[in-house]
Nanobody, 128 residues
Framework: QVQLVESGVGLVQAGGSLRLSCATSGRTFSRYAMCWFRQAPGKEREFVAA????????NYADSVKGRFTISRDNANNTVHLQMNSLKPEDTAVYYCADTLGYSSSSYYYTRRDTYDYWGQGTQVTVSS
């Protein structure tokens, strides 16, 4: 059974840091590209960051570039999102997801419909 489980629920002040983790099971983790999306109340789910199968390539939404870092641990079937310099507008439910798909275009990995399986989400709240 495929499972993606996020952890790292947090309430943090603006300027602070938080690390999210997504543990996967039920598949060969290294075969999947991984990503993080987020959804704020009343808004569409939006792309945050993605990493290739080997961590050789990453891409980020402009809104988080320079503040967030995505990484993966293929030995432990886990992907992380390190979030620094958090802002109130980062408040959202954060989801990890994966895909077997491949494209040479980085835009492909920013699309919600690229991804096959999703976690249940974890709440991040940044207070001002």
């Amino acid at each position: 059974q495929v499972q993606l489980v996020e952890s790292g629920v947090g309430l943090v002040q603006a300027g602070g840091s938080l690390r999210l983790s997504c543990a996967t099971s039920g598949r060969t983790f290294s075969r999947y590209a991984m990503c993080w999306f987020r959804q704020a109340p009343g808004k569409e789910r939006e792309f945050v960051a993605a990493t290739s199968r080997s961590s050789g390539s990453t891409n980020y939404a402009d809104s988080v570039k320079g503040r967030f870092t995505i990484s993966r641990d293929n030995a432990n079937n886990t992907v992380h999102l390190q979030m620094n310099s958090l802002k109130p507008e980062d408040t959202a439910v954060y989801y990890c997801a994966d895909t077997l798909g491949y494209s040479s275009s980085s835009y492909y990995y920013t699309r919600r419909d690229t991804y096959d399986y999703w976690g249940q989400g974890t709440q991040v709240t940044v207070s001002s």
